[in-house]
């Protein structure tokens, strides 16, 4: 069983288009994030989420939005594409709790904006 | 078998002790990672490896290509350290990040 799951794997997509990436949890996590790993290979944090508040990195451009449903899904919504935005995109869930916390991540989502 | 082991998967040590977290890796890679996440869930990059060493403040990170293995050391260990320490690997065959699945560390004052 997946613990945190991301559709599609890979996504290539013209520049100016409008696209989601899906991201589900079945661990009953309370907090989701969304991280890209950008052209150097470190990861960045995004967005973190959870049914309360949403915490958004401000260096995000707001052509990037975090869209829940419900507590186990957030995705990814990407408007008016660039070429900048081609990347590796991991989603992440963890126990929002004072304490030990653990995450766990998702196999990440190669998008190539052409 | 998971194809990033880390060891110790919790560790408890008083304030001041030298840390050391080891991560095993059974694929060939491009890089590895070490993160840290915070109790609240941030999760931030301390470092990235190809080879040799690093080192940044307290936190030292080693890698030895030839025989899959990284180590994270901390000196002088303080309780703002506790957190759990989350070792990644870029995998050639896909280039995709695999995660351990994190060492969780306790620092006692």
Known sequence: DTAVSQTPKYLVTQMG?????????????DTMYWYKQDSKKFLKIMFSYNNKELIINETVPNRF?????????????????????????????SEYITGDTEAF?????????V | KNEVEQSPQNLTAQEGEFITINCSYSVGISALHWLQQHPGGGIVSLFMLSSGKKKHGRLI???NIQEKHSSLHITASHPRDSAVYICAVDANR????????????????
């Open chain 1, 65 to 93: 939005s975090p869209k829940s449903p419900d507590k186990a899904h957030l995705n990814l919504h990407i408007n008016s594409l660039e070429l900048g935005d081609s990347a590796v995109y991991f989603c992440a869930s």
């Open chain 2, 61 to 63: 990170a080693t890698i």
């Open chain 2, 94 to 109: 896909d280039d995709k990040i695999i995660f351990g699945k994190g060492t969780r560390l306790h620092i006692l004052p």
């Open chain 1, 17 to 29: 288009n409008d696209k989601s990436i899906k991201c589900e949890q079945n661990l009953g996590h």
């Open chain 1, 105 to 113: 991540f998702g196999q990440g989502t190669r998008l190539t904006v």
